[in-house]
């Protein structure tokens, strides 16, 4: 089992970490040439011993981001926790930043808006009415920007457009609720140490960006719903207000579904009449409304309904509107 870890490790530190973070690169070359660290690694189960997993619990329990001497010294000090831990979490990335491509989806929707989030996390990514937006070029420069109506808000989100603007206004959420199958408490400090952990050292604004997300929504905290979508799906979708337009997203959660369970969840949606927006490897449907080209497809695909609006970076750092006629091929 440790020969598993050594080449789980060693192929992050070639492969995955450089030119992303430096000091992972370090950790993870460290451990590939470390015995006693494989030993505590493998007491891991399998499926939860991905390094950014195992790096972001030793940082939720206090291991400080120095040197591989000083960070092996704490995981080996405090081995027994390093296991528990990493056996019960899960690679969360809850990113707001992913909202920049959403919100010219979103402003194609009359309000007001019930919003329900699949893979909620935190729920960071339900408050789209709450962040401020600045829409750049490629060399940096602003083309446009939008604010919520009480003003610039905390966190701004910077995102590159490629290409022509669509309409863009800032939508008018009255409902926030999130499905996950291990939800997190904003105002929870380790669960606020463990979602912020899970940002690599040297993601530039990353950090400050989810620690001013976490504090909107602990000040206003979402109806987070604990296990699977599909079972627990109908039963919150009744609990949006009457009035409200409900808008279901799964934005980058649905390539972590099997398959089977996947379209049955996309189906579960359609039957609960809700608009749904989503943000998806190219090849991961086969129902988007132009068909798409995996192989050509820059980035993601963000849909309304399975009908294709832009191309986008998972993470939204930038995105190029295709909604239009004649564009929305590769």
């Known amino acids: 089992m440790t020969d598993a870890v050594q080449q789980r490790y060693a192929r992050f530190a070639r492969e995955e970490a450089p030119g992303r973070s430096d000091l992972y690169a370090e950790w993870a070359a460290g451990v590939a040439a470390d015995g006693a660290l494989q030993d505590v690694l493998a007491r891991i189960p399998e499926n939860r011993?991905?390094?950014?997993?195992?790096?972001?619990?030793?940082?939720?329990?206090g291991a400080e981001l120095t040197g591989y001497p000083q960070w092996r010294s704490f995981v080996l000090a405090h081995a027994d926790e390093v296991v528990a831990e990493s056996a019960r979490r899960r690679l969360?990335?809850?990113?707001p930043l992913r909202l920049a491509p959403l919100l010219p989806v979103l402003a194609e929707i009359d309000g007001p808006i019930a919003l329900l989030e699949v893979g909620a996390s935190a729920g960071l990514c339900l408050y789209p009415d709450r962040y401020s937006y600045r829409y750049v070029d490629g060399s940096g420069a602003e083309r446009t920007s939008l604010d919520p109506s009480a003003g610039p808000s905390t966190v701004t989100l910077v995102s590159r457009v490629d290409g022509p603007l669509p309409p863009l206004r800032m939508p008018e959420v009255v409902w926030r609720a999130g499905i996950d199958l291990a939800p997190l408490d904003a105002a929870d400090e380790r669960d606020?140490?463990?979602?912020?952990?899970?940002?690599?050292p040297g993601e530039e604004g990353r950090q400050e960006r989810v620690a001013a997300a976490l504090d909107i929504a602990a000040s206003d905290p979402p109806l987070l719903v604990e296990g699977d979508a599909r079972e627990h799906l109908g039963a919150l979708a009744a609990l949006a207000p009457a009035g409200a337009t409900l808008v279901v997203t799964t934005p980058g959660v649905l390539v972590h579904i099997p398959r089977q369970e996947r379209l049955a969840l996309v189906d579960a949606i359609g039957e609960s009449h809700a608009r749904w927006i989503t943000i998806d490897p190219p090849a991961l449907l086969d129902g988007w409304k132009p068909p798409v080209d995996a192989a050509t497809w820059p980035g993601f695909v963000v849909a309304l309904d399975g009908a294709v609006r832009a191309a986008a970076d998972p993470l939204g750092r930038w995105w190029e509107w295709r909604a239009t006629e004649g564009s929305l091929t590769a």
Do not use: D, H, S, Y
């Not at 011993?49 to 329990?61: C, D, E, G, I």
């Not at 969360?92 to 990113?95: I, P, R, S, V």
């Open 49 to 61: 011993r991905q390094p950014p997993l195992v790096f972001a619990v030793t940082r939720m329990l």
């Open 92 to 95: 969360q990335t809850n990113e």
């Open 192 to 200: 606020r140490r463990w979602l912020q952990g899970l940002i690599w």
